[in-house]
């Protein structure tokens, strides 16, 4: 799992080739960190197939308000410099996030 920030969000996301999952999530975000071991888990299920990151938006505030992450916890799908798909607060559920990760990692 990668971990973000200002100074390597545009290489490692928006640069990168093929699709590139991130988890946003803050330091106070209790359900980013109930979430956080199952997303590094997938992160290791689909190693190869889909590239993890992840952005601590504590730290990146205005990286994340750039990218119109304005609750959290977010988990989205980047390709080619553009999110194309994202779960958001209540929808960022364990079944949702591994469809999502299912449906790009083919």
Do not use: W
């Amino acid at each position: 799992m990668l971990e973000l920030d200002k100074t390597n969000f545009e290489a490692e996301v928006l640069q990168a080739e093929g699709y590139v999952f991130v988890d946003f999530f803050g330091d106070g975000c209790e359900p980013c960190k109930a979430l956080m071991p199952f997303v590094h888990a997938l992160a290791d299920e689909f190693e190869g197939k889909l590239k993890f990151c992840q952005l601590n938006t504590t730290k990146a505030r205005r990286l994340a308000i750039a990218q119109k992450v304005l609750g959290l916890p977010v988990m989205a799908i980047y390709k080619g410099g553009e999110k194309v798909e994202e779960l958001v607060k209540d929808d960022a559920t364990e079944e949702n996030i591994r469809k999502l990760v299912e449906k790009y990692a083919s």
